[in-house]
């Protein structure tokens, strides 16, 4: 039977988002300042177990890792289901 995981991250974009002017910077009392964007981001891993070793932890575990070489990532969290936020209907 097919089971579902569902991650949210929060990684780490490897470029500097904020670029201060020299007078900007000489207004921040810092021997070092860098500011970075974040981004949270939703993986979803659909797997059919084939042996006692695929367990979820070890799913979960060995996704993080190989997602970490590409991205930093700052946190997770792991869902059982995912049931996205629907908006309101507007009132007529």
Same mark, same amino acid.
């Given at each position: 039977?097919r089971?579902? @995981?569902? =991650?949210?991250? &929060?990684? =780490? %974009?490897?470029?500097?988002? &904020?670029?201060? +002017?020299?007078?900007?910077?000489?207004?921040?009392?810092?021997? $070092?300042?860098?500011?970075?964007? !974040?981004?949270? #981001?939703m993986? &979803? @891993?659909?797997? +059919?177990?084939?042996?006692? #070793? !695929? +367990? %979820?932890? %070890?799913? @979960?575990?060995i996704?993080? #890792?190989?997602? /970490?070489? %590409?991205?930093? @990532?700052?946190?997770?969290?792991? $869902?059982?289901? $995912? &049931?996205?936020?629907?908006? /309101?209907?507007?009132?007529?």
């Amino acid at each position: 039977m097919r089971q579902k @995981i569902y =991650l949210e991250l &929060v990684v =780490l %974009r490897p470029e500097n988002a &904020v670029h201060l +002017t020299e007078a900007e910077q000489q207004a921040i009392p810092c021997h $070092f300042l860098l500011a970075q964007e !974040a981004e949270k #981001r939703m993986m &979803v @891993i659909e797997y +059919t177990p084939g042996s006692d #070793r !695929a +367990t %979820r932890e %070890r799913i @979960i575990a060995i996704h993080l #890792r190989a997602y /970490a070489r %590409r991205y930093q @990532i700052l946190s997770y969290e792991v $869902f059982d289901d $995912f &049931v996205p936020a629907l908006p /309101a209907p507007l009132a007529e």
